[in-house]
């Protein structure tokens, strides 16, 4: 068993006052509040190279047994490439920084009745001790928490469609305008709308770079056809940023968007199709509000023939890759 019950000394002491009875004592957390696995516990007392990994991906992206065989293999490409992966997931109300095996599998097979848990429904399924799976917006409050500064995923929730009127805005976007993490992502989907959602990043605050591109890429696709705000080509570019990011106290974070592999992208066109049948499905089955990504992924899946699947896979590895690299180049570089 290599769990450990006590947390790392990057977590800062929660406020504490001995005259407010309503305050929890820092204690809490000392005792199973987090429990931060060996290896990346080690890693972060050492100051090496810590990849965080989401886990809504794994229980509502994608169709079991997909989403544990990913999983699986992402984990192993952040350590041959020279960083410890930590899969962060709420698992019986307890946050866990890094997953044993059976977990990962446990959590692939659980899917949709995990829950998926964005930074309002932390403290929620924590006090109920819930399962729940982290989506990018919990991801991050965890990764900052325990001192993990890159972060990896596939592509990260944003301004829906007519999100104007619904105000479905995803939280993904305001925890990186207030939580300093840098997240590796493959951009949006097209199923959302990316120059509000862009515009939006900008009004957070948040650093938004294209990496090798001057275009935000829409995940399935390496185009969108907007501008990146701002283009970088190395992993040390990334880590530069990361560090004076850190240093300035800016407190918000950077977005590094990596297009798709040419040779992985889904044909635009057949996608793009399946994701308009699936918006008017939508309206016509009345989804909304959290079920609408699940359902959109899902049936886009469906619609292609299982194409969309295999380039989501083929990116996540590959962001994988890059963010390792950021891992590494950051960990030479911040404390
Ligand atoms: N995009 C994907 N796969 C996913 C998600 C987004 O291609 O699994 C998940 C991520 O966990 C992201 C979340 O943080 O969906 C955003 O959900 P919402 O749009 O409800 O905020
Ligand atoms: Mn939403």
């Not at 987090?34 to 169709?63: C, F, N, W, Y």
């Not at 185009?223 to 560090?243: H, N, Y």
Request: net charge negative; proline share 5%; with cysteine.
């Amino acid at each position: 068993q290599t769990r450990v019950a006590t947390i790392a000394r990057h977590i800062s002491p929660a406020p504490c006052s001995a005259s407010n009875p309503f305050m929890v004592s820092n204690q809490m957390n000392d005792n199973g509040g987090i429990q931060i696995k060996g290896d990346v516990r080690d890693a972060l007392e050492r100051g090496l190279p810590v990849v965080a990994l989401e886990s809504t991906i794994i229980s509502h992206g994608m169709p079991y047994p997909q989403n544990f065989e990913t999983a699986k293999e992402v984990e192993a490409i952040v350590r041959e490439s020279g960083a410890v992966p930590a899969t962060i997931a709420i698992l019986d109300g307890v946050p866990c920084i890094g997953l044993e095996e059976d977990e990962l599998r446990k959590l692939a097979q659980l899917g949709k009745r995990a829950i998926k848990t964005s930074r309002r429904d932390i403290a929620y399924v924590i006090a109920k001790k819930m399962t729940g799976a982290t989506t990018v917006s919990a991801t991050m409050f965890f990764a900052a928490k325990v001192g993990i500064n890159v972060f990896v995923t596939g592509g990260i929730g944003g301004v829906h469609r007519e999100g104007e009127t619904t105000m479905d805005v995803s939280s993904d976007l305001t925890e990186l305008g207030r939580t300093a993490v840098t997240v590796v992502c493959a951009g949006v989907k097209s199923i959302l709308d990316i120059p509000r959602t862009l515009e939006y990043l900008e009004t957070q605050g948040v650093t938004v770079v294209g990496y090798g591109t001057d275009e935000f890429p829409a995940f399935f696709t390496p185009r969108s056809g907007c501008k990146a705000p701002s283009r970088v080509d190395t992993p040390e570019e990334c880590a530069a940023i990361t560090a004076a990011n850190l240093s300035m106290g800016l407190q918000s974070g950077i977005l590094v968007c990596v297009p798709i592999p040419a040779h992985n992208a889904a044909a635009a066109e057949p996608v793009e199709a399946a994701i308009q049948t699936s918006l008017n499905e939508l309206k016509e089955k009345n989804i909304s509000g959290a079920a609408v990504t699940p359902y959109v992924l899902k049936r886009v899946n469906e619609l292609t023939g299982g194409a969309s699947l295999t380039a989501n896979i083929a990116l996540i590895k590959n962001n994988a890759r890059v963010g390792s690299q950021i891992a590494i180049a950051t960990a030479g570089l911040v404390e």
